[in-house]
T-cell receptor
């Protein structure tokens, strides 16, 4: 089955700086890579996603890059703000989203004021 | 749009009893629903995938006789934890997907505590 590795487990950055979280996956059949933000006790919130036919996608301060050859994808958050503090999860699935998601272990992002 | 609800949000039950959790898609028809479990400070782990009218597909290591999943309609899936034990205490989250769409819409989760 799919295995998703995520690094780092904790990331502390100064407010206004950029944050980068990296993930690798093992199954070359995976073709959908979403990123979620989760606050304590709440549901995961989709912040951006990318499909395997695209190398990069951007939405305001958030961007995701995908390298299919190396089987890794990254989340980039620029101009970080205190409200960006949360746990972020990467995930992967195959079958055009028909299959369930395999999640990384999560990154606790801390924005220092 | 694309709202998924879960009921109950929290439940406490005694060891040995069964608990049923409902997952509903409120404004769309969900061809596929997924059930995930999340232990404190850990990631989400897929338990099973259910398609309307079909038997659920369980992930390796998930006991299908313990975690009964029913997906009787395009808007409702239920997860029943049978003979619950304290180690079943967890946050159970469902998600729903529309045929042809990649995105999964998550429910708010159910916090199960088994005493």
């Amino acid at each position: 089955g799919e295995n998703v590795e995520q690094h780092p487990s904790t990331l502390s950055v100064q407010e206004g700086d950029s944050a980068v979280i990296k993930c690798t996956y093992s199954d070359s059949a995976s073709n959908y890579f979403p990123w979620y933000k989760q606050e304590l006790g709440k549901r995961p919130q989709l912040i951006i996603d990318i499909r395997s036919n695209v190398g990069e996608k951007k939405d305001q301060r958030i961007a995701v890059t995908l390298n299919k050859t190396a089987k890794h994808f990254s989340l980039h958050i620029t101009e970080t703000q205190p409200e960006d503090s949360a746990v972020y999860f990467c995930a992967a699935s195959s079958g055009g989203g028909a299959d369930g998601l395999t999640f990384g272990k999560g990154t606790h992002l801390i924005i220092q004021p | 749009g694309a709202v998924v609800s879960q009921h109950p949000s929290r439940v406490i039950c005694k060891s040995g009893t069964s608990v049923k959790i409902e997952c509903r898609s409120l404004d769309f028809q969900a061809t596929t629903m997924f059930w995930y479990r999340q232990f404190p400070k850990q990631s989400l782990m897929l338990m099973a995938t259910s398609n309307e009218g079909s038997k659920a597909t369980y992930e390796q290591g998930v006991e299908k006789d313990k975690f009964l999943i029913n997906h009787a309609s395009l808007t409702l899936s239920t997860l029943t934890v049978t003979s619950a034990h304290p180690e079943d205490s967890s946050f159970y989250i469902c998600s729903a997907r529309v045929l042809g769409n990649y995105e999964q819409y998550f429910g708010p989760g159910t916090r199960l505590t088994v005493t």
